[in-house]
């Protein structure tokens, strides 16, 4: 059974930083692409960073330079470093591994930026 489990979201007042971590269990982690996707009120879920299984990374144009994401192979976890949050970052974040044809999902995080 595969889980992914997603932890870190919280309260932060503008410019401050969080780090989200996600603990996948079932899956080879290794060999999946990572990726943390977000969802705000009223919108779509969209992809906020990505992780290769090789490492390489790939952001947002609106997270650039804001956010890091990075894995512990060794530990099966994936992070999502935000700093210099803005109102505008607050949203459920998801945690999503995938592979080939095969995708899953954590329950999310919720991410609260208060101006």
């Known amino acids: 059974q595969v889980q992914l489990v997603e932890s870190g979201g919280g309260l932060v007042q503008t410019g401050g930083s969080l780090r989200l971590s996600c603990a996948a269990s079932?899956?080879?982690?290794?060999?999946?692409?990572m990726a943390w996707y977000r969802q705000a009120p009223g919108k779509q879920r969209e992809l906020a960073a990505l992780?290769?299984?090789?490492?390489?990374?790939n952001y947002a144009d609106s997270v650039k330079g804001r956010f890091t994401i990075s894995r512990d192979n060794a530990k099966d976890t994936v992070y999502l470093q935000m700093n210099s949050l803005r109102p505008e970052d607050t949203a459920v974040y998801y945690c999503?591994?995938?592979?080939?044809?095969?995708?899953?999902w954590g329950q999310g995080t919720q991410v609260t930026v208060s101006s």
């Open positions: 992780i290769s299984s090789g490492g390489t990374t």
């Open positions: 999503n591994a995938r592979k080939r044809l095969s995708a899953y």
């Open positions: 079932g899956i080879i982690f290794s060999s999946y692409t």
